[in-house]
């Protein structure tokens, strides 16, 4: 089955469209072609095994092969990149290669000539983008699901066999003119979601650049927030033994993430800012910093609402990223847009410096989930004038606070809370009743039993102004009470509860 010249042009026209439209319009590393610039284990390990060529003869004269699955494969094994180009542009022989190549797969199941096979596809996709077309053409003309021949492939045994299969159905699902179904697409985004694990897994910069390559195609970004990937992506970046280049092949999945103007807008909640400023901070590695200062950059120009991008800058300023930002407009970058995108950031950032309140900026380190020992936490003027705003927006605030009661495990994080929630109760009147109504009272009393004795001695304190409180405020009602009526008796409300039950 020959293609048309229509259907070649829709299929350059496709693989070239994502990276055309980046490079024009949104400052591309120059390198998202080549994806990364490091060996890794798979590559390294695919290299020794091209080494050694299966014997196909014996496979054919045991019966296992048929006869025209040999002759092609014994065939396309010999021949160079020309040689393979010339054979692939007789239709024949096309779908001679998808078939041979499919029912290897099923039929061989000797480790090293799986691989060698997995390895010589992978190769011969590389060389020319829209043969993925060959393996297209071919199920839809066999009426099978082509999908299934590869993900069978994820119950192997051999590590190598899955995550270059893994490369391979990438290479698919992003070179052929049609994308991948929804419910395919799940299972594989899935797949890649479980293995982006931080530690024990050697073949993560395969699946992470297996990632970067199915995030650039947009309907591929949705799917993969709607499974909840970013957190999974935090995961590895939060880990602090984690190499640069997976830094930096992560740090290229959240930067076109952000071309998705509806993800942009929902990023802060992934408390990506606070980490990502502490790698800007850490790394020597300029292509780490290219991309942090991206990704930032998007932050502050892709979302629709203002008051979205505002909050960005806010957590920004607030994760002081300030100073590093000027530090990085006085160093000279081989790449430009790295200078440009800082320049860009800082603009914003002095912009809305100008009008930022204290409350803004505690606001900011609430949802950062990074707090500590600021100077607004213990001013007692802060709290007079700001406890109620704690109730804004559904008592989003207060909510925070109480999660990261029942969530972090840092202990700073956990004494910094417990001392907020307590002030926001001391100068609240109705506080205590906004914490009964959140259940925050059973989450405060278990810190009681924390091993760390900051965290205890800071949940004893906030467990004291939870009583506190109320004796205080019924006290100060009875006395106003009292004024008004002479009549009342010592033992009516003029009398202050010896103790209240919290």
Same mark, same amino acid.
């Given at each position: ?44 390990? &695919? ?38 180009? %010339? ?55 066999? %009426? ?26 990438? %290479?698919? &699902? ?242 910094? &809370? ?15 009743? &906004? ?30 102004? !939870? ?6 405020? !019924? ?28």
């Amino acid at each position: 089955m020959t293609q048309s010249p229509q259907e070649k042009d829709a299929i350059v026209r496709r693989l070239s469209d994502d990276i055309n439209q980046f490079k024009t319009s949104h400052h591309l590393p120059d390198d998202l072609e080549s994806m990364t610039d490091a060996i890794s284990h798979l590559q390294k390990q &695919a290299q020794e095994v091209m080494r050694q060529k299966p014997k196909w003869q014996s496979y054919f004269q045991g019966q296992m092969i048929s006869k025209d699955d040999y002759e092609f494969i014994s065939n396309f094994d010999q021949l160079n990149a020309d040689g393979r180009a %010339k054979l692939l542009s007789d239709p024949n022989s096309r779908n001679q290669c998808a078939k041979t190549f499919l029912t290897l797969m099923s039929k061989l199941f000797k480790q090293q000539t799986l691989r060698y096979l997995l390895t010589l596809m992978d190769q011969c996709l590389r060389e020319d983008k829209s043969r993925v077309e060959i393996f297209n053409t071919y199920a839809k003309m066999k %009426k099978e699901q082509l999908w299934s021949y590869f993900f069978n492939m994820f119950a192997n045994q051999d590590q190598f066999v899955v995550y270059q299969t893994s490369r391979i159905i990438a %290479k698919l &699902a992003c070179w052929s003119v049609e994308r991948m179904p929804p419910s395919d697409l799940s299972y594989y985004l899935a797949w890649l979601k479980e293995q982006l694990k931080p530690q024990g897994n050697e073949y993560l910069q395969s699946v992470c650049r297996s990632l970067q390559m199915m995030l650039r195609i947009e309907p591929y970004r949705e799917a993969f927030v709607a499974i909840d990937g970013i957190p999974s992506i935090m995961q590895v970046l939060n880990n602090a033994t984690v190499g640069f280049q997976v830094q930096y092949q992560l740090l290229f999945c959240l930067w076109v993430l952000t071309f998705n103007r509806n993800i942009a807008a929902i990023m802060s909640k992934y408390t990506v800012i606070p980490r990502l400023s502490e790698i800007l901070a850490e790394t020597q590695k300029e292509k780490v910093t290219r991309m942090i200062v991206a990704f930032l950059r998007n932050l502050l120009e892709k979302p629709e609402s203002d008051k979205v991008i505002r909050e960005n800058a806010m957590t920004m300023i607030a994760c002081r990223l300030v100073k590093p930002l000027e530090l990085l407009s006085n160093k000279k970058f081989d790449d430009d847009d790295i200078n440009e995108n800082v320049e860009f950031i800082k603009e914003k950032l002095e912009g809305n410096l100008a009008d930022v309140t204290s409350f803004d900026e505690y606001a900011v380190e609430i949802r950062s989930g990074r707090l500590s020992w600021t100077p607004v936490h213990q001013m007692e003027k802060f709290w007079v004038e700001n406890a109620a705003k704690l109730n804004e927006s559904n008592f989003e605030l207060l909510r925070m606070l109480l999660r990261l009661l029942e969530q972090s495990k840092e202990p700073l994080v956990l004494c910094v &809370a417990a001392h907020d929630i307590g002030e926001y109760v001391r100068h609240y009147p109705h506080g205590k009743k &906004a914490i009964d109504k959140l259940d925050g009272k059973v989450i405060i009393m278990r810190l009681l039993e924390n091993p760390d004795s900051n965290v205890r001695y800071q949940g004893l304190l906030c467990v004291q102004k !939870l009583m506190v409180h109320n004796w205080d405020y !019924l006290g100060k009602q009875a006395d106003i009470s009292a004024g008004n009526n002479s009549n009342l008796t010592n033992n009516g409300l003029g009398q202050r509860p010896v103790e209240s039950r919290a």
